[in-house]
């Protein structure tokens, strides 16, 4: 079947810009409007409801760049109905659900593979002395990183290898679609303010949404941090998007995706970092948390290489040119 010529990449990336562009306006705002919130539930006679204290203590917390983070996804949902109507999206992009048990197994196996192969990979850390296990490790604390790593794993796979690479077959070739996927992928988790730095209270502008852009495109000039974390989240990009194209499924896909972040929150909450991991001396190789450097990297490459022996697809590989 030959793509239609009508591309999907500019109403997409015309969606990507408005929501980032958008976000930066709407960011100081959303700010004020919290700190008015802050201070006139302090002063109200509700500030000693327990759910009212929740929040307070939640705006109390927030730095501007969290703002900036809910003002995007605001304007994300906001967006999407806009770029549903450009982009012509119908049940038909999505892949078959059907038959549920064969795709349980495959989520479930997916979950374990990656899962397992990225704490092996963060205990050999520990072994090496980089982490180190806490003292008090709540080791039976498993529902709250369950909870997150289906959550991400369903929504974003739902998203990314659902919709967007549903959108992205209709109008080009699988290779064409396999990348270009990867890539948006990609950029969107790599985009983020460096972790050291945060615009003070008292500096927030109308025009501060717009630094806080800026900010998002720090990485692209560390040589290091860029290889240490984009290639690994294109790695996983190239991943998910293989075994969903092997497959014709979501479902191995999902339990991938969910097994990498219960290993990443999991392990992250289990062990401390050494001094010379804080001070950057392991990279590219190793990073901060195990998503970054060129050892989660070769994993990651790994556990899509032993699932596709595992789920060999029953017809031709619909990433070769049809």
Known sequence: MQPNTRSALPPLFAYLAAVLVGGALLAPLLFDLGKWAQNWLTTSSMHDWGIVKW???????????????????????????PLLKAIRLDRSVLPPFAPAASGLKQGLT???????????????????????????????????????????????????RGALLGILLRTMKPKTAFIWCTFIFAIVHFLRPPGDWQLADADVRWHSGFAVLVRLFDGFGHMRIFLAEFLTLTAVGAVLAFTRLRTGRLWLPIGLHAGWVFGLKYFTALTITSEALNRGETLPWIGSNLKIGLAPFATVLFTGFIASLLFRSRQTSTINNR
Request: hydrophobic content about 60%; glycine content about 8%; charged content about 15%.
């Open 55 to 81: 929040l307070l203590s939640e705006i109390e917390r927030a730095h501007f760049t969290r703002y900036f983070n809910r003002a995007v996804l605001v304007l994300a949902i906001v967006l999407i109905w």
């Open 110 to 160: 997916g979950f374990i593979l990656a899962a397992g192969l990225l704490f092996g990979l963060g205990l050999l850390f520990i072994q090496n002395g980089i982490y180190s296990l806490k003292p008090d490790a709540a080791w039976l604390k498993l529902s709250a990183h369950l909870t997150a790593a289906f959550g991400a794993g369903i929504i974003e796979e739902l998203f990314f």
